[in-house]
C-alpha cells in the first residue's frame, strides 16, 4: 500500500521560508516522478512543482526562482524548500505520485502566509 505523509506546514510572516517534507513508503520510490500541489479555499487544485525519477525538475510560473522540488531516493522523501512566501502561497499542499496507473495523495500540510 502506498503510503504519503507530508509534514512542515505552518504559518510564516510574507518573505518568510518554510520546507515542506514528504514521506513515502509501499513504491519503488526511485523509478516515480512525485508532484507537490496546492489548494486554496475557492480553487482548484494547482501542480506546484514536480520532480522525476532523473531528477529534472519542472514548477509553475508563480513559483519559479523561489521554491525548489528535491528529492532523496535512500530516505524515500521529496522536499519544497519554499523562500520569499507571498500571502497568494496560502494553501493546503499535498504530495502526489502516479504509481502503477493510479493517483496517490498525502493528507495535506496546511501554509498560510500572513503578517
Known amino acids: 500500500q502506498v503510503r504519503l505523509v507530508e509534514s512542515g506546514g505552518g504559518l510564516v510572516q510574507p518573505g518568510g521560508s518554510l520546507r515542506l517534507s514528504c514521506a513515502t513508503s509501499?513504491?519503488?520510490?526511485?523509478?516515480?516522478?512525485m508532484d507537490w500541489y496546492r489548494q486554496a479555499p475557492g480553487n482548484q487544485r494547482e501542480l506546484v512543482a514536480t520532480?522525476?525519477?532523473?531528477?529534472?525538475?519542472n514548477y509553475v510560473d508563480s513559483v519559479k526562482g523561489r521554491f525548489t522540488i528535491s528529492r532523496n531516493n535512500i530516505r524515500w522523501t521529496v522536499d519544497l524548500q519554499m523562500n520569499s512566501l507571498k500571502p497568494e502561497d496560502t494553501a493546503v499542499y499535498y504530495c502526489?505520485?502516479?504509481?502503477?496507473?493510479?493517483?496517490?495523495w498525502g493528507q495535506g500540510t496546511q501554509v498560510t502566509v500572513s503578517s
Open positions: 502526489h505520485t502516479r504509481y502503477r496507473a493510479m493517483d496517490f
Open positions: 509501499g513504491m519503488n520510490f526511485k523509478l516515480y516522478a
Open positions: 520532480i522525476n525519477s532523473s531528477g529534472a525538475t
